[in-house]
Nanobody
Framework: QVQLVESGGGLVQPGGSLKLSCAAS????????MSWYRQAPGKGRELVAGISSFRGITNYADSVKGRFTISRDNAKSMVYLQMNSLKPEDTAVYYC?????????WGQGTQVTVSS
């Protein structure tokens, strides 16, 4: 079992930056692949960025490449999403997910609103 708690969301102007954090507890954090998803109003949940267990290989949605950076700190059981050059279309609830084999766990989400 893994418990995930996201933080760092808020209201930001277009072009601004935010850093989301996800604190994990319960199981061996380093063994889990971690990812960030988002869900905008009226839309499905989509993958934003992922980072593999142990080696930390990253992948990104095309829409955020070059603007967002995912990272993890296994010693602190944390995963982060640095978001730069934010756009109104980045507005969504952002969720942290942990996955190991067939097991997956989700956080409760944090709201990001990009608006002037």
């Amino acid at each position: 079992q893994v418990q995930l708690v996201e933080s760092g969301g808020g209201l930001v102007q277009p072009g601004g930056s935010l850093k989301l954090s996800c604190a994990a507890s319960g199981d061996t954090f380093s063994a889990y692949g971690m990812s960030w998803y988002r869900q905008a109003p009226g839309k499905g949940r989509e993958l934003v960025a992922g980072i593999s267990s142990f080696r930390g290989i990253t992948n990104y949605a095309d829409s955020v490449k070059g603007r967002f950076t995912i990272s993890r700190d296994n010693a602190k059981s944390m995963v982060y999403l640095q978001m730069n050059s934010l756009k109104p279309e980045d507005t969504a609830v952002y969720y942290c997910r942990a996955r190991r084999g067939s097991a997956e766990y989700w956080g409760q989400g944090t709201q990001v609103t990009v608006s002037s």
